[in-house]
């Protein structure tokens, strides 16, 4: 039976295969100081950089996961809580 609700791991895989493949770098992201930051950060080839924290479907940002991604935003980053692969996608495509 063909898994429906993929793991985190293989969405956050999957996008950044996706990225890398239109040279979008792709950084796996952890804060010695800073708990609970988005999972990745991206960098286009135009330099527009933004993050994405992945969750599986019907998953939220734990709430320490919120509290940062909402301090980035007040900050104009742009962050994105992805949950499904071509969302994923569609978000790389719009800063590629």
Request: with cysteine; charged share 25%; aromatic share 10%.
């Amino acid at each position: 039976m063909k898994n429906t609700n993929p793991l985190e791991k293989e969405i956050e895989s999957k996008v950044c295969a996706y990225a890398k493949s239109l040279g979008v770098l792709t950084y796996k992201f952890t804060s010695p100081a800073r708990r609970s930051v988005p999972d990745r950060l991206f960098i286009s080839k135009t330099g527009k950089v933004f993050w994405i924290e992945f969750k599986r479907l019907g998953c939220v940002p734990t709430p320490a996961q919120q509290v940062e991604i909402d301090k980035l935003k007040a900050q104009q980053a742009e962050v994105y809580v992805v949950n499904q692969v071509e969302h994923g996608k569609n978000v790389v495509d719009c800063w590629a």
